[in-house]
């Protein structure tokens, strides 16, 4: 069985990419728009790959293709038939002039494209609908109503929404022509409802034009009144703000400000240039101080007499010191007396220094207050400044105000002496070409039978088959090897079925309670293909990891231990998931102490290490739960904890947090010889696994490979025919209990 995966080592990885046909039909499964890590791949799909896809869904294809042509054969054969009529209308370009020098109210020439859409829209408008609803009346509304009559229970339809539905309005191309179709299942009542729109159209644009022009006098009358008052309010305020602001001395007001405005500008130069001074003697003294320097070296303190003077003394006591000492001891009184005088004149140094950086220092803050000041009586001069530049601004304004409004005032006068004129004046803007009139019996549009036949056989074909393909589309989660290899860019080295509902210990054991024979013979697999490869032969430390919670890590941490401890090797398992630990509930552990006391100093690895799990096992568990993972994991007693692990042990396996949630896993990745990558079945997203696997191979460690977890074997022929087929179904039922524990 550990032939199956040897050609998935990482030497041949590239080949699988470039041949997907190696695996039947998962192996090209779902890859509409695969890209690896270098870009797009190479692998294509061909045509037996969307067969295949297609086969998986036929019964898509057949529901909806069923669902899709019965409702069109439904919908055809109970169709009641339509009879359309249809009547012309002659858009005028422009009605008869009566006055050629006086503007209508409403220009109705139709000049272009926009004005001719502009009276179809008013054909079409509801006030049309509603003057022809009015007109129809008795028999006429008996006859026209009855195919619409809905049965009891149900909301019945009103004349409006009847001649709204099946009217239509129809400009004749490159003309001013524009038909009016109606349909309705009574030959007689569509000719006659068609006739009755484009009568209304032409009283209904009579009665508008008439109404505007009446109503356009009335507005002008009162927005002639209002414009007068208007007129009068600003002349008011115009003459108010001249007399407040006193417009006639503004001139020489401005001129006293600027004056000001370049003199405070003036003693602002000048109380910056004495802060900057200012500024860099106190920084030079904080300096001095913060580095512990002698403030003595600065000019400007050395040169103060004092301080000079006090420098000298001390320079001269400090050699009679000097001189003292050869002659007598320290505890002479001579010597005694000249070192109290040279204390106290250092004292006394140290005084005077600190006298002159406090000087220092007020000089500074009253520096700035003085530039504060001189800045803040520059902005309000600024803001004087402009104020009356803003006056001046706004007397203008309301000057150019009040004579637009009175030209405005006298416009509206004009335009209501020209309306008044023509609102009683009646012109014409359509007329009818041709009236419509009843269609013969068999000479109905509607239902259309080989149309609707047609459109449904084809768009319920066209409609499963795009069902089918965007089913498969959507479904973008991690399940066949072409997945793994050519989209996560990982070679697959293990294949795990789904386990039947057990309890976690015993899943956590599965290789040693023999519970399911295949998942024990997927791990000796798994265990073979580590074997073979030349980068994990030889590994001692392997982290497992995976890009979410739930896709069987610590299942595949644990099991894998097993197994090569059943084959006589020294392993331990290392629960390095400090957020959610759950190696220990795996083998029915306490969790008292463990990686955590480690890492702390307070315990060693014989302190925590829980002996003889099962044969050649031990388990360190995590010893709780840490609120600072990540510290700890960075910590040096962490790497001094596995290389000593390297010294006791063949295998060590550590369990770490899922990559997409924490970085857990990136900060133990550099100190072991390799890692394992675990993927549910049919769970985790596609760009998901490429991501979390694309860290791992950033971190330059060896990536063994992938190992897909929850394998369903009800759909593994689609996926892994070549893995689980049911004629290897012998090899697991036909051993009996003596066979059930791991080969050794």
């Known amino acids: 069985m550990d032939s199956n995966f040897k050609h998935q080592s990482p030497n041949q990885n590239q080949g699988q990419q470039q041949g997907s046909g190696d695996y039947g039909y998962g192996g090209g499964y779902a890859g509409y728009s695969a890209v690896g890590y270098g870009g797009e791949t190479s692998m294509q799909r061909g045509f037996r790959d969307y067969a295949l896809i297609l086969r998986e869904r036929i019964w898509y294809i057949i529901v909806v293709f069923l669902v899709v042509f019965s409702s069109a054969l439904v919908y055809t054969f109970s169709q009641t038939k339509i009879y359309q009529s249809v009547a012309s209308v002659h858009i005028l370009r422009s009605g008869p002039t009566v006055m050629t020098k006086v503007e209508q109210v409403v220009d109705e020439t139709v000049r272009g494209t926009e004005d001719l859409n502009t009276v179809v829209e008013v054909l079409s408008s509801g006030a049309i609908i509603q003057k022809v609803a009015e007109r129809i009346t008795g028999e006429d509304m008996r006859q026209f109503m009855a195919p619409y009559e809905k049965g009891k229970g149900s909301d019945p339809v009103t004349p409006l929404e009847v001649l709204g539905e099946n009217r239509k309005i129809a400009p004749k191309r490159l003309s001013l022509v524009i038909n009016v179709v109606y349909r309705h299942p009574d030959r007689l009542i569509a000719a ?4 009755l729109f484009v009568d209304e159209f032409i009283a209904y644009s009579s009665r508008v034009r008439i109404d505007d022009s009446l109503k356009a006098v009335e507005e002008l009358k009162i927005r002639a009144e209002q414009q007068e008052r208007t007129v009068n309010d600003l002349a008011n305020e115009l003459q108010t703000y001249r007399e407040k602001n006193n417009m006639i001395s503004l001139d020489q007001r401005k001129d006293i400000v600027t004056e000001k405005l370049k003199a405070l500008n003036l003693y602002v130069t000048q109380t910056d240039a004495k802060l900057k001074d200012s500024e860099i003697r106190w920084k030079q003294v904080q300096e001095r101080k913060a580095t512990g320097g002698d403030l003595t070296e600065l000019s400007f303190i050395a040169t103060q007499p004092l301080i000079d003077q006090l420098v000298k003394e001390v320079s001269s006591k400090k050699i009679m010191v000097a001189q003292l000492r050869d002659r007598y001891r320290e505890k002479h009184p001579i010597m005694m007396e000249t070192m109290n005088s040279l204390a106290q004149a250092e004292q006394e140094l140290k005084r005077a220094i600190e006298n002159a950086s406090a000087t220092i220092e007020s000089e500074y803050q009253n520096a700035r ?7 803040g009586s520059l902005v309000q001069a600024s803001k004087e400044t402009m104020e009356l530049d803003r006056a001046a601004v706004e007397y203008d304004e309301r000057s150019r105000k009040l004579l637009i409004n009175q030209e405005l005032l006298q416009n509206l006068i004009s335009r209501m002496r020209d309306t008044t004129m023509i609102a009683t004046m009646e012109t014409q803007s359509a007329r009818v070409v041709d009236r419509a009139s009843p269609s013969q019996e068999d000479n109905y549009v509607s239902p259309k039978i080989p149309l609707y ?11 499963g088959l795009a069902f089918a393909f965007f089913v498969a589309f959507i479904d973008d989660r991690v399940k066949s090897s072409f997945d793994i290899e050519a989209v996560v860019g990982l070679p697959l080295i293990g294949i795990i079925p789904q386990i039947k509902k057990m309890e976690q210990p015993d899943k956590a054991q599965i290789v040693i309670n023999n519970a399911d024979r295949q998942v024990c013979e997927a791990f000796l697999t798994l265990h073979s293909s580590l074997r073979l490869k030349d980068e994990s032969k030889n590994a001692q430390c392997i982290l497992v990891t995976s890009t979410i919670p739930g896709e069987g890590k610590s299942f595949t941490t644990t099991n894998l231990a097993l197994t090569f401890a059943a084959h006589g090797e020294r392993v331990a398992v290392v629960d390095c998931d400090l957020r959610k630990p759950n190696i220990h509930k795996s083998f029915r552990l306490e969790n008292r102490k463990g990686v955590i006391d480690i890492c702390a100093g307070t315990a060693t690895i014989d302190d925590v290490v829980i002996r003889g799990v099962h044969p050649n096992l031990d388990v360190i568990p995590t010893g709780g739960r840490a609120k600072n993972p ?4 960075n910590g040096k007693n962490f790497e001094s904890m596995i290389a000593d692990l390297r010294k006791r042990y063949d295998r060590v396996f550590f369990d770490t947090p899922p990559l997409a949630a924490v970085s857990d896993a990136l900060i133990i990745l550099p ?3 390799g890692s394992v990558f675990t993927i549910f079945f049919n769970k985790v997203r596609r760009k ?3 991501f979390s ?3 791992l191979l950033e971190a ?9 977890n929850g394998l369903n074997l009800a759909v593994s022929g689609y996926y892994y025919a070549q893995y689980y087929d049911k004629s290897y179904k012998d090899y697991y039922v036909v051993m009996s209990k003596d066979d059930a524990t791991p080969e050794r």
């Open 369 to 375: 207050r003085n530039d504060e000041q001189a800045r």
């Open 688 to 690: 998901a696994a490429q």
């Open 671 to 673: 100190l072991v010889d």
């Open 453 to 463: 036949l047609g459109v449904g056989f084809g768009g319920g074909l066209a409609l």
């Open 700 to 708: 330059n460690v060896p990536v063994f490979g992938a190992v897909l």
């Open 192 to 195: 006659k409802v068609a006739n």
């Open 630 to 633: 990540t510290q700890i994991l």
């Open 693 to 695: 696997a694309k860290k």
